[in-house]
């Protein structure tokens, strides 16, 4: 592999590229599905690499699924002229913030490889769950997914890095879908959207409790059918994990990201309100908020011992007592923010395409609650659980998301179930509301799998770990 | 690849196989896109895919393998894996047997020059759009893009069908301090589209928008630009005209068959070949993709098929399905909405008060069953009254039914754009007048 690296390497500096890399990527995916006692088993090889050059000052980027000496070579000289031609229309030369060289190997760690599990065994498990959530006929859809994937990627750099790393995901969850001929309702677990997914290996599908809480969910589902809409106004509002997650992720990572800070996505997935002068004088959220990027933490989806700029891993506060602090960076970008050194936050989905900064693990941190002390101290207020949809507008401010379910607190209890429950706000006056976190007894790693940006579009993966919290009068119930 | 490398794939993988049915479906991709931001090009990219999908099928089992690599030995182990997949799955009685050759029509897909395009130019129609960004003191980012994609299916039951087609596209947004402006086109030739009038459009759309005030959330008479219109028409397709949620009775239009379910002035067809649209003349099943008539002047004609669902629900497949086995259905798209007589300026001279509206962005489903959807308005939003646009306005949020929305219609625009949104689209719509649609709350900006 080193000597396909090399051929990329040599080729760009012999045509004056005064920065080059080149990563080759190796993806196996398996989806084991099952949709109303219907397999779908896939399996997929994502096989390629893609060269990324520096000349006259100005990035080129050509990738090829082809993995061949002479495909290197010809794809080298696109990704020269490419660079060449941007370089008429750069304002400013790229500059790459210093980072030492690396020559290593990485791996997620993990007991049980999940492709070594056999399909049958794992349609075995899905059927049973199948039968579960079908029992009950107003359940019109039951569905349900195991996910396997191993990334291989090396990487080899102009400056002498060369990194090779393994990273295994693994995933699994189900939902049942019921219906009364009027209304639609769903439940999910372990999470919405088809399955939760951590770096780690099969050990955690045999560890997810699937079988136990498949009759929950489908009674729950079912239950929402004639359960009332969740009312509207100002309500104390618990904000359980599998909702909280995705909160973390629109509101605090997309913001964070620099380069929409600095307009690059302006013209798609949009900007920030966290402008330049905000770090270190923006108070995002109330002392009790702690938001900390993290691409070391074990399970996350964003765990990696390189990103796609040979930058080493990372720890760091985003948000410490409520005050905002550090943004996700890259080597190219740093400086703007007055920053030496990338914060290790450039990635590329797969082999083709190029990278940029995407959002890290980003996890609020616990706190110190016991989660029934906090609905016996929220009377009359909601819990919401598990995301079922967002929305929020391009500078990350206006925000509206439904959950699969809500309940009313009563007697320090969780009551009367309301179906349909969104809130909506704005990003700083929510954070501030938060005035009461779980501890770390329940406090749990949710990964997203389908973060979209960029153009042409990217889709990056990412872990979110939070518990069940508290806000203030938040606005709840559909605003008509 | 050509169609000719394509098919010497295929036959290879169906001679390999022991499988006594066997499917391949092979796709190339190769895309060119220029990225520019803060007036400077920030990323210039090419990337060249080619994957193959093999189905093995042993009676109802059925498995599915794939790769990126198109070698021998990657080819063989795809077979492999797909029969061993396939082995082990449990049956599926759902499945139908794979089809034969049919007949289809031609379309025009593929322009050579769009397809052959390099960065060269790319970069010189960028550069016209920094050029009148400095011009104005404006900030520019966007893209432009061309790219070709070719697909081929083949199987054990004589099918070989193959079609390619080119799409160029830019989109484009100007901004001041406190406001921007958007706009958009693409074409399958990269000759026709007309970069000047997209820069035009964006430059005095930001322009129009600086120092926007805030209004109060509220029902509102909007006119919505084709690339709103099409962001509404893509929840549609995914809830509304799939023919497995029909039939499953998830969509806002199950039971409302030859019934008024939306304002007498809509006609809406699935068209892959209407000269705007840029489909493909088959679906993943191998059948004739048809044009397909949704809803007639208001009336819920019916959903596109897929070959399971169309059975199973006694219809006709339309070519819109994905390949077995499929538990998702079929989706249009490739949607037109028949245009009316009003130009977009007529349309905003008959309003007395409302809001012109340029796109929407991040718009999401609340309510699937109704088809409630909320999104932001972006890039453009203005008070219009007494005819005319008055001032801009800051964003708001909108929480709306579209089957709703679509009944409160006023006025359908004559001029069709192929328009996207941020989730997909490219549907060939025109602008729309639509009363009472509401805003639930605003935004900052």
């Known amino acids: 592999m080193k000597k396909l690296c090399n051929i990329a390497l040599t080729t760009a500096k012999a045509k004056r590229a005064t920065y080059a890399d080149i990563r080759v990527i190796f993806n196996t995916v398996e989806d084991v599905s099952m949709k109303n006692g219907r397999p779908d088993v896939s399996y997929r090889e994502i096989n390629g690499f893609g060269v990324r050059v520096i000349v006259n000052g100005a990035w080129g980027f050509s990738s090829s699924s082809k993995v061949a000496p002479a495909q290197v070579r010809k794809t080298t000289l696109e990704a020269v002229e490419i660079a060449r031609q941007a370089a008429k229309f750069q304002r400013k030369p790229i500059r790459l913030a210093k980072e030492p060289t690396y020559v290593d190997f990485w791996a997620t760690p993990y007991i049980e490889d999940p492709f070594d599990v056999p399909v049958d065994e794992k349609l075995g498990l899905l059927s049973e769950i199948d039968k579960i959530l079908r029992r009950n006929k107003k359940v019109i859809n039951a569905t349900g997914n195991l996910h396997a994937w191993r990334e291989h990627q090396w990487m080899a750099t102009s400056e002498g890095s060369f990194i090779e790393q393994i990273l295994l995901r693994s995933g699994c969850g189900y939902s049942a879908e019921t219906s009364n001929g009027k209304i639609l309702q769903k439940r999910s677990y372990p999470c919405a959207f088809g399955r939760q997914c951590v770096t780690a290996g099969y050990e955690y599908v045999r560890a997810a409790k699937l079988i136990e809480n498949a009759a929950r969910t489908r009674d729950e589902a079912v239950a929402l059918l004639t359960a009332p809409v969740c009312p509207s106004g100002k309500r104390d509002t618990i904000i359980e994990g599998s909702m909280l997650a995705l909160q973390i992720h629109e509101s605090c990572g997309h913001p964070t990201e620099l380069d929409r800070v600095l307009g690059h996505e302006a013209n798609y997935a949009g900007r920030s309100f966290i402008t330049t002068d905000k770090p270190g004088k923006l108070k995002y959220g109330s002392d009790v908020v702690n938001i900390v990027a993290d691409s070391t933490m074990p399970m996350g989806l964003a765990t990696f011992g390189y990103d796609d700029d040979a930058v080493r891993a990372q720890r760091y506060y985003v948000v410490e007592n409520g005050l905002y602090k550090h943004y996700f960076t890259n080597r190219d970008l740093a400086h703007h923010a007055g920053e030496k050194r990338s914060r290790g936050c450039n990635r590329a989905h797969g082999y083709s395409k190029i990278p940029m900064i995407r959002m890290i693990n980003l996890s609020l941190l616990p706190g110190d609650w016991e989660y029934d002390d906090l609905l016996a101290d929220t009377e009359g207020g909601l819990v919401m659980e598990m995301n079922k949809s967002w929305s929020i507008d391009q500078m990350r401010i206006n925000f509206q998301f439904g959950c699969e379910a809500a309940w009313e607190i009563k007697n320090g209890k969780k009551g009367k179930l309301y179906r349909d429950p969104t809130y909506q706000g704005k990003t700083v006056e929510f954070w501030n509301s938060c005035d009461a976190i779980c501890n770390n007894k329940y406090w749990h790693p949710w990964g997203v799998v389908n973060c979209g940006k960029g153009q042409p579009g990217q889709t990056a993966e990412m872990t979110h770990g939070c518990a069940p919290s508290r806000f203030r009068n938040l606005q709840v119930g559909i605003a008509r | ?445």
């Open chain 2, 1 to 445: 690849m050509k169609a000719k490398a394509m098919q010497a794939i295929c036959k290879k993988m169906l001679k390999w196989t022991s499988a006594p049915t066997a499917e391949v479906r092979i796709h190339s991709f190769r895309q060119g896109l220029t990225r520019f931001a803060d007036n400077s090009i920030t990323q210039n990219v090419q990337e060249l895919t080619d994957g193959v999908t093999f189905t093995a099928r042993f009676g109802n089992r059925i498995g599915s393998a794939s790769s990126t690599s198109v070698d021998d030995a990657s080819l063989k182990r795809v077979v492999s894996e797909a029969e061993r997949v396939a082995r082990a799955v449990n049956p599926d009685k759902d499945l139908l047997p794979f089809l034969g050759m049919k007949k289809y029509k031609k379309m025009l897909g593929f322009v050579r020059k769009t397809a052959d395009t390099g960065p060269d130019f790319r970069a010189r129609q960028v550069g016209k759009v920094i050029k009148a960004a400095k011009a104005k003191r404006l900030t520019t980012a966007g893209i432009y893009s061309n790219s070709v994609a070719r697909i081929a299916i083949a199987n054990t039951a004589g099918l070989f069908v193959t079609h390619a087609n080119s799409n160029a596209s830019t989109s484009i947004t100007m901004m001041t301090k406190d406001s921007a402006g958007w706009a958009s086109d693409g074409h399958r030739d990269i000759d026709k589209i007309p970069i000047k009038n997209v820069i035009d459009t964006a430059i005095d759309k930001a322009l129009k928008s600086h120092k926007p005030k805030a209004i109060k959330p509220g029902k509102y008479t909007v006119i919505l630009e084709p690339d709103a219109v099409s962001n509404l028409l893509l929840f549609l397709a995914w809830g509304g005209l799939n023919g497995l949620a029909l039939y499953e009775k998830r969509s806002c239009f199950s039971g409302m068959q030859n019934k008024l379910v939306v304002n007498p002035k809509i006609t809406l067809t699935d068209d892959a070949y209407h000269p705007l649209q840029n489909g493909m003349p088959f679906d993943w099943e191998g059948m004739p993709r048809q044009a397909v008539t949704l809803i007639e002047k208001g009336r819920f004609i019916d959903g596109v098929y897929d070959r399971g669902t169309a059975k199973k629900a006694k219809k006709k497949p339309t070519g819109h399905g994905q390949p077995q086995p499929n538990t998702w259905g079929a989706f249009p798209g490739n949607m037109v909405v028949e245009p009316g007589d009003a130009t977009l300026d007529e349309m905003i001279a008959s309003l007395d008060r409302g809001i012109l509206v340029t796109q929407f962005h991040y718009t999401n489903i609340i309510n699937p069953k109704k088809l409630d959807i909320t999104g932001m308005t972006r890039s453009g939003t203005f008070w219009v009254e007494k005819g005319k646009i008055k001032y801009p306005i800051k964003n708001m949020r909108f929480t709306q039914g579209v089957p709703l929305a679509l009944r409160n219609v006023r006025m359908v625009g004559k001029d069709l754009k192929n328009a996207s949104s941020l989730f997909g689209g490219g549907f060939v719509v025109p602008p729309l007048m639509i009363k009472d649609f509401t805003f639930s709350s605003g935004t900052d900006f």
